[in-house]
């Protein structure tokens, strides 16, 4: 199977699912908190939104991450405005290392460690932005159009 397989492509679209669908599944932060301490990633997704509120941006690189793998797994050439997408859902995904405090109805609690599945999340954005930025080189810069 050659790098330039529309299955390749699928793969690693099928491969950074299978990393984020994981990484909602397994524990991604520990806080300070003594009644939920660690917080599954699926946690995170629905109530990260309300992450805003303290300043952390991350949230949002969700549905950028879907797009790209959305992307990956049904269009035949990537453009820049996909690399884009790919590139901002990383950066965004990124600022999750500032994230200090994790907050619920009860209150807001310090972050003490990040575990499995944050690490996971953030390998899946750095993937997409890395095949689509890959894949527009290949296509558009390596081999133009004619």
């Avoid at 984020?20 to 599954?40: C, I």
């Avoid at 590139?87 to 994230?99: E, H, I, N, R």
């Amino acid at each position: 199977m050659s790098a330039d397989s529309p299955l390749a492509r699928r793969l690693v679209g099928l491969l950074a699912l299978l990393l984020y669908l994981t990484a909602l599944a397994l524990p991604a932060v520990t806080t300070s908190s003594a009644s939920e301490g660690t917080w599954p990633g699926l946690d995170i997704l629905i109530l990260g939104v309300l992450g805003t509120f303290l300043g952390q941006l991350g949230w949002f690189a969700n549905p950028l991450m879907l797009w790209s793998m959305l992307w990956l797994g049904l269009a035949r050439r990537v453009g820049r405005g996909s690399v884009i997408v790919a590139v901002l859902g990383m950066l965004l995904a990124l600022t999750s290392f500032t994230w200090t405090q994790a907050a619920d109805d009860t209150g807001s609690f310090d972050i003490v460690s990040r575990d499995a599945g944050f690490y996971l999340w953030i390998a899946c954005a750095v993937l997409l932005a890395a095949a689509m930025g890959w894949l527009f080189f290949r296509d558009n810069v390596a081999q133009p159009r004619s």
